[in-house]
Protein backbone atom coordinates (compact mmCIF):
# COMPACT_ATOMS: atom_id res chain seq x y z
CA UNK A 1 0.00 0.00 0.00
CA UNK A 2 1.07 3.15 -0.54
CA UNK A 3 3.13 5.18 2.05
CA UNK A 4 0.07 8.08 1.92
CA UNK A 5 -2.55 5.88 2.30
CA UNK A 6 -4.99 7.57 4.84
CA UNK A 7 -8.35 6.04 4.34
CA UNK A 8 -9.93 9.24 2.71
CA UNK A 9 -11.44 7.56 -0.49
CA UNK A 10 -10.98 9.46 -3.37
CA UNK A 11 -13.95 7.43 -4.79
CA UNK A 12 -16.97 6.50 -2.87
CA UNK A 13 -19.56 4.48 -5.39
CA UNK A 14 -22.96 3.73 -3.87
CA UNK A 15 -25.47 1.98 -5.34
CA UNK A 16 -24.59 2.28 -8.90
CA UNK A 17 -26.75 0.97 -11.79
CA UNK A 18 -26.76 0.84 -15.15
CA UNK A 19 -29.46 -1.11 -18.12
CA UNK A 20 -28.49 -1.03 -21.31
CA UNK A 21 -31.85 -0.73 -22.78
CA UNK A 22 -32.07 -2.86 -26.71
CA UNK A 23 -34.84 -1.99 -28.43
CA UNK A 24 -35.67 -6.19 -28.90
CA UNK A 25 -36.56 -6.28 -25.39
CA UNK A 26 -34.04 -7.60 -24.22
CA UNK A 27 -31.84 -5.46 -21.78
CA UNK A 28 -28.74 -6.10 -20.23
CA UNK A 29 -27.98 -4.91 -16.57
CA UNK A 30 -24.65 -3.97 -16.81
CA UNK A 31 -23.88 -2.98 -13.60
CA UNK A 32 -26.70 -3.54 -10.17
CA UNK A 33 -26.47 -2.06 -7.01
CA UNK A 34 -22.49 -2.13 -6.92
CA UNK A 35 -21.12 0.34 -3.76
CA UNK A 36 -17.43 0.58 -2.81
CA UNK A 37 -14.69 2.97 -2.00
CA UNK A 38 -10.99 3.20 -3.27
CA UNK A 39 -8.80 5.28 -0.64
CA UNK A 40 -5.85 7.51 -1.08
CA UNK A 41 -2.76 5.86 -1.61
CA UNK A 42 -4.08 2.34 -2.43
CA UNK A 43 -4.96 0.21 -4.93
CA UNK A 44 -8.62 -1.60 -5.71
CA UNK A 45 -9.28 -4.40 -7.93
CA UNK A 46 -12.36 -5.39 -9.89
CA UNK A 47 -12.38 -8.88 -11.01
CA UNK A 48 -15.01 -10.51 -12.66
CA UNK A 49 -15.21 -12.62 -15.97
CA UNK A 50 -15.95 -10.80 -19.17
CA UNK A 51 -19.24 -9.43 -19.33
CA UNK A 52 -19.94 -9.10 -15.78
CA UNK A 53 -19.44 -5.44 -16.31
CA UNK A 54 -16.29 -4.33 -14.88
CA UNK A 55 -15.43 -1.11 -18.01
CA UNK A 56 -19.11 -0.06 -17.78
CA UNK A 57 -18.18 0.48 -13.99
CA UNK A 58 -15.22 2.57 -14.97
CA UNK A 59 -17.20 4.26 -18.09
CA UNK A 60 -20.06 5.42 -15.52
CA UNK A 61 -16.55 6.65 -12.88
CA UNK A 62 -15.30 8.77 -16.07
CA UNK A 63 -18.65 10.18 -16.93
CA UNK A 64 -18.98 8.08 -20.42
CA UNK A 65 -21.70 6.73 -19.17
CA UNK A 66 -25.00 8.12 -16.97
CA UNK A 67 -26.01 5.98 -14.23
CA UNK A 68 -29.86 4.99 -13.76
CA UNK A 69 -28.93 5.09 -9.71
CA UNK A 70 -26.82 5.85 -7.46
CA UNK A 71 -23.95 8.31 -6.97
CA UNK A 72 -20.14 8.84 -7.52
CA UNK A 73 -18.68 10.60 -5.00
CA UNK A 74 -15.09 11.70 -6.66
CA UNK A 75 -13.22 13.50 -4.18
CA UNK A 76 -16.30 15.28 -2.22
CA UNK A 77 -18.53 15.36 -5.39
CA UNK A 78 -21.17 13.68 -6.80
CA UNK A 79 -20.45 13.56 -10.26
CA UNK A 80 -22.98 11.28 -11.25
CA UNK A 81 -25.40 13.93 -13.20
CA UNK A 82 -22.71 15.96 -14.22
CA UNK A 83 -23.35 17.30 -17.76
CA UNK A 84 -21.28 19.06 -20.65
CA UNK A 85 -18.23 20.83 -19.26
CA UNK A 86 -18.40 20.41 -15.82
CA UNK A 87 -18.59 16.19 -16.53
CA UNK A 88 -15.25 17.18 -18.81
CA UNK A 89 -13.62 17.95 -15.57
CA UNK A 90 -13.63 14.58 -14.13
CA UNK A 91 -11.07 14.10 -16.74
CA UNK A 92 -8.72 16.55 -14.39
CA UNK A 93 -9.17 14.32 -11.80
CA UNK A 94 -9.57 10.97 -12.70
CA UNK A 95 -7.85 9.38 -16.08
CA UNK A 96 -7.75 5.69 -17.64
CA UNK A 97 -5.35 3.57 -19.39
CA UNK A 98 -6.96 0.80 -21.80
CA UNK A 99 -5.38 -2.48 -22.85
CA UNK A 100 -5.07 -1.51 -26.22
CA UNK A 101 -2.31 1.30 -25.93
CA UNK A 102 -1.43 1.73 -29.61
CA UNK A 103 -5.06 2.16 -30.67
CA UNK A 104 -5.24 5.03 -27.91
CA UNK A 105 -3.22 7.27 -29.45
CA UNK A 106 -3.80 9.36 -33.00
CA UNK A 107 -1.70 7.27 -35.37
CA UNK A 108 -0.43 10.96 -37.24
CA UNK A 109 1.48 12.40 -34.15
CA UNK A 110 4.38 11.54 -32.00
CA UNK A 111 3.92 9.80 -28.62
CA UNK A 112 5.70 13.26 -27.04
CA UNK A 113 2.83 15.22 -29.21
CA UNK A 114 0.03 12.69 -27.48
CA UNK A 115 0.94 12.96 -24.25
CA UNK A 116 1.74 16.55 -24.35
CA UNK A 117 -1.68 17.16 -25.48
CA UNK A 118 -3.29 17.02 -22.55
CA UNK A 119 -1.33 20.29 -21.25
CA UNK A 120 -2.33 22.04 -24.64
CA UNK A 121 -5.56 21.61 -23.97
CA UNK A 122 -5.72 22.90 -20.76
CA UNK A 123 -3.76 26.09 -21.54
CA UNK A 124 -0.25 25.27 -21.06
CA UNK A 125 1.97 26.85 -23.78
CA UNK A 126 4.28 24.38 -26.30
CA UNK A 127 7.79 24.69 -24.90
CA UNK A 128 6.64 23.71 -21.39
CA UNK A 129 4.16 21.39 -22.58
CA UNK A 130 6.43 19.56 -23.89
CA UNK A 131 9.63 19.80 -21.52
CA UNK A 132 6.73 18.16 -18.60
CA UNK A 133 5.88 15.35 -21.25
CA UNK A 134 9.31 14.33 -21.48
CA UNK A 135 9.74 14.57 -17.66
CA UNK A 136 6.61 11.95 -17.68
CA UNK A 137 7.83 10.21 -20.35
CA UNK A 138 11.14 9.54 -18.88
CA UNK A 139 9.61 9.06 -15.02
CA UNK A 140 7.75 6.42 -16.58
CA UNK A 141 11.30 4.48 -18.09
CA UNK A 142 11.02 6.25 -21.73
CA UNK A 143 14.31 7.10 -23.60
CA UNK A 144 14.81 10.47 -24.43
CA UNK A 145 14.14 9.88 -28.32
CA UNK A 146 10.89 7.78 -28.26
CA UNK A 147 9.29 11.45 -27.79
CA UNK A 148 10.00 11.47 -31.44
CA UNK A 149 8.48 8.13 -32.60
CA UNK A 150 5.18 6.77 -33.62
CA UNK A 151 2.68 4.90 -31.62
CA UNK A 152 3.74 2.19 -34.50
CA UNK A 153 7.25 2.63 -33.95
CA UNK A 154 7.24 1.05 -30.45
CA UNK A 155 6.42 -1.38 -28.52
CA UNK A 156 3.52 -2.51 -26.59
CA UNK A 157 4.95 -2.09 -23.74
CA UNK A 158 6.63 1.47 -24.55
CA UNK A 159 3.47 2.48 -25.89
CA UNK A 160 1.62 1.75 -22.46
CA UNK A 161 4.60 3.37 -20.59
CA UNK A 162 3.57 6.27 -23.01
CA UNK A 163 -0.23 5.77 -22.32
CA UNK A 164 0.37 6.16 -18.08
CA UNK A 165 2.48 9.58 -18.96
CA UNK A 166 -0.30 10.61 -20.89
CA UNK A 167 -2.86 9.54 -18.11
CA UNK A 168 -0.16 11.62 -15.37
CA UNK A 169 -0.20 15.17 -17.09
CA UNK A 170 -3.26 16.20 -14.87
CA UNK A 171 -1.86 14.98 -11.85
CA UNK A 172 -5.22 12.71 -11.55
CA UNK A 173 -6.20 11.75 -7.59
CA UNK A 174 -7.27 8.44 -9.31
CA UNK A 175 -5.90 6.26 -11.84
CA UNK A 176 -8.56 3.65 -13.54
CA UNK A 177 -6.25 0.84 -15.23
CA UNK A 178 -8.98 -1.46 -17.66
CA UNK A 179 -7.22 -4.83 -18.29
CA UNK A 180 -3.74 -2.30 -19.11
CA UNK A 181 -1.21 -5.01 -18.68
CA UNK A 182 -3.43 -8.14 -20.41
CA UNK A 183 -2.16 -7.70 -24.05
CA UNK A 184 1.37 -7.53 -22.88
CA UNK A 185 3.83 -10.50 -21.99
CA UNK A 186 4.97 -11.37 -18.64
CA UNK A 187 7.81 -9.56 -18.40
CA UNK A 188 6.61 -6.37 -19.49
CA UNK A 189 3.45 -6.46 -17.80
CA UNK A 190 5.91 -7.13 -14.44
CA UNK A 191 7.40 -3.84 -15.00
CA UNK A 192 4.50 -2.05 -15.95
CA UNK A 193 3.01 -3.35 -12.72
CA UNK A 194 6.02 -1.87 -11.02
CA UNK A 195 5.69 1.23 -12.64
CA UNK A 196 1.88 1.87 -11.26
CA UNK A 197 3.43 0.71 -8.13
CA UNK A 198 5.87 3.41 -7.90
CA UNK A 199 3.77 5.82 -9.06
CA UNK A 200 1.32 5.40 -6.39
CA UNK A 201 3.34 5.21 -3.90
CA UNK A 202 5.09 8.65 -5.03
CA UNK A 203 1.61 10.49 -5.83
CA UNK A 204 -0.97 8.72 -3.58
CA UNK A 205 -3.05 8.69 -5.92
CA UNK A 206 -5.82 5.87 -5.77
CA UNK A 207 -5.81 3.07 -8.33
CA UNK A 208 -8.90 1.11 -9.76
CA UNK A 209 -7.49 -2.13 -11.78
CA UNK A 210 -10.06 -4.03 -13.36
CA UNK A 211 -8.82 -7.43 -14.87
CA UNK A 212 -9.41 -10.93 -14.75
CA UNK A 213 -6.16 -11.90 -13.43
CA UNK A 214 -6.38 -13.08 -9.63
CA UNK A 215 -2.64 -13.32 -9.98
CA UNK A 216 -2.14 -9.98 -10.40
CA UNK A 217 -4.67 -8.74 -8.33
CA UNK A 218 -3.08 -10.61 -5.09
CA UNK A 219 0.14 -8.82 -6.49
CA UNK A 220 -1.07 -5.21 -6.84
CA UNK A 221 -3.91 -4.38 -4.69
CA UNK A 222 -5.30 -3.80 -1.28
CA UNK A 223 -8.73 -4.76 -1.39
CA UNK A 224 -10.61 -6.60 -4.09
CA UNK A 225 -14.24 -6.76 -5.23
CA UNK A 226 -15.50 -9.54 -7.40
CA UNK A 227 -17.95 -8.90 -9.93
CA UNK A 228 -20.44 -11.42 -11.51
CA UNK A 229 -23.39 -10.49 -13.71
CA UNK A 230 -23.66 -6.73 -12.61
CA UNK A 231 -22.96 -7.52 -9.06
CA UNK A 232 -20.77 -7.33 -6.60
CA UNK A 233 -20.70 -11.21 -5.15
CA UNK A 234 -17.46 -11.03 -2.77
CA UNK A 235 -15.14 -7.99 -1.42
CA UNK A 236 -12.66 -7.79 0.78
CA UNK A 237 -8.76 -7.19 1.64
CA UNK A 238 -7.11 -8.98 -1.64
CA UNK A 239 -5.08 -11.71 0.46
CA UNK A 240 -8.44 -12.47 2.55
CA UNK A 241 -10.43 -12.85 -0.35
CA UNK A 242 -7.69 -14.81 -2.50
CA UNK A 243 -7.03 -16.91 0.58
CA UNK A 244 -10.55 -17.97 1.87
CA UNK A 245 -12.65 -17.02 -1.12
CA UNK A 246 -16.32 -17.60 0.25
CA UNK A 247 -18.34 -17.64 -3.35
CA UNK A 248 -18.12 -20.33 -5.86
CA UNK A 249 -17.69 -18.21 -8.79
CA UNK A 250 -14.83 -16.32 -7.24
CA UNK A 251 -13.29 -19.97 -6.52
CA UNK A 252 -13.74 -20.52 -10.05
CA UNK A 253 -11.53 -16.69 -11.05
CA UNK A 254 -8.76 -18.52 -8.19
CA UNK A 255 -8.74 -21.79 -9.84
CA UNK A 256 -8.57 -20.97 -13.24
CA UNK A 257 -5.28 -18.46 -13.16
CA UNK A 258 -3.22 -19.15 -9.52
N1 LIG B 1 -22.96 0.31 -24.75
C1 LIG B 1 -23.53 -0.86 -24.48
N2 LIG B 1 -24.74 -1.18 -24.99
C2 LIG B 1 -25.35 -2.35 -24.71
N3 LIG B 1 -24.80 -3.29 -23.90
C3 LIG B 1 -23.60 -3.03 -23.37
C4 LIG B 1 -22.91 -1.81 -23.63
N4 LIG B 1 -21.73 -1.84 -22.95
C5 LIG B 1 -21.68 -3.01 -22.31
N5 LIG B 1 -22.81 -3.73 -22.55
C6 LIG B 1 -23.14 -5.04 -21.99
O1 LIG B 1 -23.03 -4.94 -20.58
C7 LIG B 1 -22.47 -6.13 -20.03
C8 LIG B 1 -21.23 -5.78 -19.23
O2 LIG B 1 -20.21 -5.37 -20.16
P1 LIG B 1 -18.78 -4.84 -19.67
O3 LIG B 1 -18.00 -4.47 -20.88
O4 LIG B 1 -18.97 -3.82 -18.62
O5 LIG B 1 -18.15 -6.16 -18.99
P2 LIG B 1 -16.66 -6.47 -18.60
O6 LIG B 1 -16.71 -7.23 -17.34
O7 LIG B 1 -15.86 -5.23 -18.62
O8 LIG B 1 -16.21 -7.41 -19.80
P3 LIG B 1 -14.76 -7.51 -20.52
O9 LIG B 1 -13.80 -8.02 -19.47
O10 LIG B 1 -14.97 -8.48 -21.63
O11 LIG B 1 -14.42 -6.13 -21.00
C9 LIG B 1 -22.22 -7.07 -21.20
O12 LIG B 1 -23.32 -7.94 -21.31
C10 LIG B 1 -22.15 -6.13 -22.39
O13 LIG B 1 -22.56 -6.79 -23.58
Redesign the pocket.
Known amino acids: MGANADRVPVLSVRGLS ?1 T ?3 VRGAD ?4 DDVTFDVAAGSCFGLV ?12 LVMGM ?1 RPDAGSIVLQGEDIAHLRGRRARLIFDRAQMVFQNPVGSFDPRHTLGCGVAEGLRNRGMAKKPAEMRARALMQRCGLAPELFERFPHQVSGGQCQRAAIARALVCQPALLIC ?2 ATSALDVTVQSQIVELLEGIREETGMAQLI ?3 DMALVQRMCDTVAV ?1 CA ?1 RIVESGPADQVIAHPRHDYTKSLIEAVL
Open positions: KFRSVAAVGESGSGKSTVASVDEICHMG
